[in-house]
């Protein structure tokens, strides 16, 4: 692509209009050797997870749970970072920010992931042990303490995977929404299987104002309706599969900390995906450091967020000072896995904090994308932590928690599985892009026209134009 003006350091691009259609056409259908060898590695690591999958089945079977701890890890955290990531799409469209137009793919094409985890979720329902208890001895309770207070039908099994594949089609309804007028230009030009999916799935879109205007609207309903499902889903899962596995655990905190690490960790991703991308993917040109500086004020404030919401939990227990409190917060923070929530509480705060604490990193591409990293990290440990332990917390009948666990660390199988969920998810993510680009054409092209370089007095500023 020819090379465009690039002011403030870099602060802001301007893509020519002209070339962005065959410019990121061209980038889309190529096979750099990195990419190739991140699709085999991806490969490779799935693998070893349905290896490692295999193995747990036939050495543990389906009849417990607590061999399971490491698979509902891996599968939360690529569920609550997948699932929410469309969401920083979805958000930044309704509120019109111009700087998260080189984004807005980037964080929809995790909706596809959302099929595989209905696939993975499959092996959960089986192992989720049911409410009621048949026979319950002394100091047990006959069923255990969860969200389904009337036990409607089919719950909790039925409700959770509902909500998982409403979640998923609804995030891909929103990314065909978003893609349909890239889809219907790239259909002239593309040739063989992409010309095929383009014209089904663009139908009958030509352009015209009403249609413009109708996806715009559709776009916006969808999104809000998505940021619904996902807190609902959010909700449920870690109840079902977190609180109500730890006996006397009860806590209103801890799904908006799940959701809060799902926000941070999601967004933290995409920086990473959008600094190796305008670093080494080609795509120096649409993407400036307007957008890492705008989006690492929200990262710092959703840092601030999870840590605030994390003390809460600490405090409320620990004011508490009920022996159940006490057990709960030496399990999950203090004995069994203290030195693990340390380093959780380090990669999801400390170290994004004092990071992003300074104006002169934010306003760079890799600072943003260094805390990125480290709250991934940080949201990887604490699902490990979380679920891990609930899985492995003993006696779910109890009418308490009446001591501390040990900690359970994972055996070869669990690493392999632990590796299989995260290729998993990285394969189908980095296919996806060989079909849809990187970059929303339609918004990138749109937002050409709604900015400029202008002269002020004797300085020289970014005028932007608002649409509506």
């Not at 993975?120 to 989720?128: G, Y």
């Not at 109890?398 to 632990?418: G, H, K, Q, T």
Request: proline share 5%.
């Amino acid at each position: 692509m020819a090379e465009n003006g690039r002011y403030h350091h870099e602060m802001w691009v301007f893509p020519i209009p002209g070339q962005v259609t065959a410019d990121v056409s061209a980038k889309t259908h190529a096979m750099p050797r990195a990419f190739t060898l991140a699709l085999v590695v991806s490969a490779v690591m799935l693998a070893f997870g349905i290896i490692g999958f295999i193995a747990r089945a036939t050495q543990d079977g389906f009849g417990d749970y607590a061999p399971w701890g490491y698979y509902m890890a891996i599968f939360s955290f690529v569920f609550m970072i997948t699932s929410t990531a469309p969401l920083a799409a979805a958000i930044f469209r309704v509120t019109k920010s111009h700087w998260r137009r080189p984004l807005s793919r980037v964080s929809e094409l995790f909706a596809l992931v959302g099929f595989f985890n209905i696939l993975a979720f499959i092996p959960l329902m089986m192992v989720l042990p049911p409410i009621f208890k048949s026979g319950a001895a002394e100091h047990q309770m006959e069923l255990r303490r969860t969200i389904w207070f009337e036990v409607p039908i089919g719950a909790p099994h039925v409700w959770d995977m509902l909500g998982i594949i409403s979640l998923a089609v609804t995030g891909a309804v929103l990314l065909w929404l978003s893609a349909v007028p890239d889809m219907a230009e790239a259909r002239l030009t593309a040739t063989g299987f992409r010309r095929t999916v383009y014209g089904i799935l663009a139908g009958h879109w030509y352009g015209t104002k009403r249609q413009w205007i109708s996806q715009k609207a559709g776009l916006a309903v969808l999104g809000a309706f998505y940021f619904m499902i996902l807190i609902f889903v959010h909700f449920i899962i870690s109840t079902d599969y977190g609180m109500s596995l730890i006996a006397g655990w009860k806590d209103s905190i801890f799904p908006v900390l799940y959701s809060l690490t799902g926000i941070q960790s999601s967004l933290g991703l995409i920086l990473l995906i959008m600094f190796i991308l305008r670093r080494w993917g080609g795509y120096r040109e649409y993407i400036g450091i307007s957008l890492f500086w705008a989006a690492s004020k929200i990262l710092l404030g959703v840092s601030l967020l999870w840590v605030y919401h994390m003390f809460a939990f600490g405090i409320t227990f620990w004011f508490g000072r009920l022996e159940v409190e006490q057990n709960i917060l030496k399990y999950l923070l203090f004995e069994s896995y203290g030195w693990l929530f340390l380093v959780n509480l380090t990669f999801s705060f400390f170290a994004p904090f004092l990071i992003l604490l300074w104006n002169p990193v934010r306003r760079s591409d890799w600072g943003p994308a260094l805390a990125g990293l480290s709250v991934l990290i940080g949201a990887f440990l604490f699902n490990m932590r979380i679920f891990v332990a609930s899985f492995n917390a003993g006696e779910i009948y109890d009418l308490a928690l009446e001591s501390v666990p040990p900690p359970v660390w994972p055996d070869i199988w669990d690493i392999f599985i632990v590796l299989g969920g995260l290729g998993a998810a990285a394969l189908i993510y980095l296919s996806a892009t060989k079909l849809l680009p990187f970059m929303c054409v339609w918004e990138i092209k749109e937002g050409t026209l709604y900015q400029k370089m202008d002269t002020f007095i004797r300085g020289r500023y970014l005028v932007l134009a608002k649409p509506e």
